[in-house]
């Protein structure tokens, strides 16, 4: 979507940014320009798309996960991979520099939302 819509996106992603809200994208590497989109926009986190964590034992796609992750670091972005399902697959999630880890072989999700407050 925010390939599809940039010039808002971008409008809004600065907006966010200057009113202290972190932002995110979902699915980010789906596009084959995921890179200049990601320095157009700016965001604070990228939630990587599914198909970079499937068949992450083939060194290929291990070695195209590495660079984005690489790329994405070096513009001060953090990382977060889902769909770690295993103990392998968390293992090469932490040797590419994802920092965020999500998935059923960390928790499995809760159908309720639990809050904290600092008060």
Not at 1 to 20: E, T, Y
Not at 24 to 47: C, Q, T, W, Y
Not at 58 to 70: D, G, Q, S, Y
Request: hydrophobic share 40%; glycine share 4%.
């Amino acid at each position: 979507d925010v390939v599809d819509h940039l010039i808002i996106a971008k409008s809004q992603f600065a907006a966010l940014s200057q009113a202290s809200c972190d932002v995110g994208m979902h699915n980010f590497g789906s596009s084959a320009k995921s890179l200049e989109v990601l320095k157009m926009v700016e965001p604070d986190m990228i939630r990587l798309a599914h198909n970079y964590v499937q068949d992450i034992d083939k060194t290929e796609n291990f070695e195209t996960l590495k660079a984005l992750v690489n790329n994405t670091n070096q513009l001060n972005v953090e990382v977060l991979m889902p769909y770690i399902e295993d103990a392998a697959t968390m293992s090469v999630a932490w040797s590419v520099g994802a920092r965020y880890l999500q998935g059923y072989y960390l928790q499995e999700p809760k159908e309720t939302i639990e809050m904290t407050s600092s008060s």
